[in-house]
């Protein structure tokens, strides 16, 4: 399975904290993030979103149906978010858009095996993908992505 996991780009601050936008900068880091997702994402790619404005807005740039999902709220657990991506099982990739912390311990716990607060920059994408080999399943980074090394 592929999973990728995607911060969701600058915002601004202030409450309600799921009403929150994204900067001018925000914008433009989803917009770099996914012109590289449009050349590397696979196109039976299923896409999951956090309900909070600032997710929403950063999978807009992206200009592909996705699904709002609020078990990957910003409280959301590295367990509620595994079951609703449905790690390790799913048949096609999936693309989480959210938040930290739980992005960061997600990723520590798949490579790792424990829930560690790794941080998770905005607007960066961690592609994390679980092959088996000689019958033992290994995860493995595919790659790390942010919008200052994305070439338009």
């Known amino acids: 399975m592929d999973l990728l996991l995607w911060r969701h780009a600058e915002a601004e601050a202030g409450e309600p904290d799921l009403g ?19 050349r590397n994402l ?3 790619c299923r896409i999951l979103v956090s309900p909070a404005v600032r997710t929403v807005q950063t999978a807009e740039a992206l200009g592909r149906k996705f ?23 799913a ?6 858009i959210g938040h930290q912390p739980w992005l960061g311990q997600v990723a520590s716990l798949l490579l ?37 090394l994305v070439v338009k």
């Open 20 to 38: 929150r936008a994204l900067t001018p900068k925000g914008h433009k880091q989803a917009q770099r993030m996914a012109h590289w997702l449009e």
């Open 67 to 89: 699904r709002l999902i609020a078990e990957i709220g910003p409280d959301a657990t590295p367990d509620q978010v595994l079951k609703a991506v449905n790690w390790p099982h």
């Open 42 to 44: 696979p196109s039976t």
């Open 112 to 148: 790792t095996g424990s829930a560690q607060d790794w941080p998770v920059r905005k607007a960066n994408i961690w592609w994390i993908v679980q092959r088996e080999r000689d019958g033992v399943a290994e995860n493995y980074v595919k790659a790390v992505i942010a919008p200052e």
């Open 91 to 96: 048949r096609e990739p999936v693309l989480a």
